[in-house]
Antibody
Framework: QVQLQESGPGLVNPSQTLSLTCTVS??????????WTWIRQFPGKGLEWLGY???????FYNPSLRSRLAMSIDTSNNQFSLMVRSVTAADTAMYHC????????????????WGQGTMVTVSS | QSALTQPASMSGSPGQSITISCTGT?????????VTWYQQFPGKVPKVIIY???QRPSGVSDRFSASKSGNTASLTISGLQAEDEADYYC???????????FGGGTKLTVL
């Protein structure tokens, strides 16, 4: 079955750029039935949707974070990535990649498969 | 954008029914039929137990049901079992100005 695995640095200095990659196995990232998503979970448990990207490269971002986010997709390696610029301690969280089901090519329904997540701490 | 509002914690005894509420606004939860409920155990990732407001994925116990009225969605767990002790999150689409927002989560304790 499809599995997602995040990779990236566990520690990032404040004001630097965080870069994360999600590798998809057991299925193709080229599948038009899905959007490839980043969600983070804060130490206090709260969840925040960061954005998602389609195999075509079209991406949508959380409006409150849009100026600091960038996503990309590498269909040849079945990977997609997230960059978060100018990080602060408030960006400390578990970062999950997830697959979102795109029903009938019209609407995203839910985040149905999640990676285990990678913990990112922002600290000097 | 504001998160959806859920009670921080709830508890119930085995065999009881419990309902967790999730309140949004008429521009997010009340506008779209896209409420998802997630169940999360400690150290595990969230799992979809309800999607499109009331739909239950195959493999999810029929003890889990959901409804929506106006700007409030509800998740009901009937015949509460010890294995239901987990965190529950609601989530909805809020249009292109908001996209996706989550509730703060409800910690369910089975007494």
């Amino acid at each position: 079955q499809v599995q997602l695995q995040e990779s990236g640095p566990g520690l990032v200095n404040p004001s630097q750029t965080l870069s994360l990659t999600c590798t998809v196995s057991g299925g193709s990232i080229n599948d038009g039935a899905y959007w490839w998503t980043w969600i983070r979970q804060f130490p206090g448990k709260g969840l925040e949707w960061l954005g998602y990207i389609y195999y075509s490269g079209t991406a949508f971002y959380n409006p409150s974070l849009r100026s600091r986010l960038a996503m990309s997709i590498d269909t040849s390696n079945n990977q997609f990535s997230l960059m978060v610029r100018s990080v602060t301690a408030a960006d400390t969280a578990m970062y999950h990649c997830a697959r979102a089901f795109y029903k009938n090519g019209v609407v995203v329904i839910s985040f149905e498969i999640w990676g285990q997540g990678t913990m990112v701490t922002v600290s000097s | 954008q504001s998160a959806l509002t859920q009670p921080a914690s709830m508890s119930g005894s085995p065999g009881q029914s419990i309902t967790i509420s999730c309140t949004g606004t008429n521009i997010d939860l009340g506008r779209y039929n896209l409420v998802t409920w997630y169940q999360q155990f400690p150290g595990k990732v969230p799992k979809v137990i309800i999607y499109e407001d009331v739909q239950r994925p195959s493999g999810v116990s029929d003890r889990f049901s959901a409804s929506k009225s106006g700007n409030t969605a509800s998740l009901t767990i009937s015949g509460l079992q010890a294995e239901d002790e987990a965190d529950y999150y609601c989530c909805t689409y809020g249009g292109s100005a908001i996209f996706w927002i989550f509730g703060g989560g409800t910690k369910l304790t089975v007494l």
